[in-house]
């Protein structure tokens, strides 16, 4: 299984300022995709991030508000832009477990807060 | 993906079997059973999948009905820490998560 690790692992922000979560993957993966967790509620995707190309966005989601980068095959970070309480959730990376697999492996998520 | 449809809450004692069913009638020749469980606050935990036959790991048995329309997680012995939201997902390269089954393991 994929080792995946997120940065940071909580966060307290201010409604208005943007928040940068990282993820790294201890191999190389084509995919990586970005889940929300609202309070109480199960996963939504976000996106899918793959290397060389733009994220593919969920219905709901968008760019400006939640812009993605992907420099390489092991990293990916997400923004989450112009925050609001709304945005409070857990969030959080997944990648595919590798060749000839299709689980996914998760990384532990960034629990934001925002006031 | 195919919807999924699983009971919201079950109860088990600890070192019995806990049965969690999952019913996936519209699930496509191509997509998989997968399972995941989400301890509270931290990120979902992959368990076991299955595409027609039924399968086993360390972790859990996994049984897909002949047609593919339901399927039911098995944990042989279940102990406190198996005490967790399992979600069944069907599908293929992306995952949509339903609401899943709060399973609580009681002493």
């Known amino acids: 299984s994929a080792v995946i690790s997120q940065k940071p692992s909580r966060d307290i922000c201010q409604r208005g300022t943007s928040l940068t979560i990282q993820c790294q993957v201890d191999s190389q993966v084509t995919m990586m995709f970005w889940y929300r967790q609202q309070p109480g509620q199960s996963l939504t995707l976000i996106a899918t991030a793959n290397q060389g190309s733009e994220a593919t966005y969920e219905s709901g989601f968008v760019i400006d508000k939640f812009p993605i980068s992907r420099p390489n095959l092991t990293f990916s970070t997400l923004t989450v832009s112009n925050m609001s309480p709304e945005d409070s959730s857990i969030y959080l990376c997944s990648v595919p477990g590798g060749r000839g697999r299709t689980e996914a492996f998760f990384g532990q998520g960034t629990r934001l807060t925002v006031v | 993906d195919a919807k999924t449809t699983q009971p919201p809450s079950m109860d088990c004692a600890e070192g019995r079997a806990a049965n969690l069913p999952c019913n996936h009638s519209?699930?496509?020749?191509?997509?998989?059973v997968y399972w995941y469980r989400q301890i509270h606050s931290q990120g979902p935990q992959y368990i076991i999948h299955?595409?027609?036959n039924n399968e086993t790991n360390e972790m859990a048995s996994l049984i897909i009905t002949e047609d593919r329309k339901s399927s039911t997680l098995i944990l042989p012995h279940a102990t406190l820490r198996d005490t967790a939201v399992y979600y069944c997902i069907a599908g293929y390269s992306t995952l949509t998560f339903g609401k899943g089954t709060m399973l609580l393991v009681s002493p």
């Open positions: 299955g595409l027609k």
């Open positions: 519209t699930i496509s020749g191509n997509e998989y």
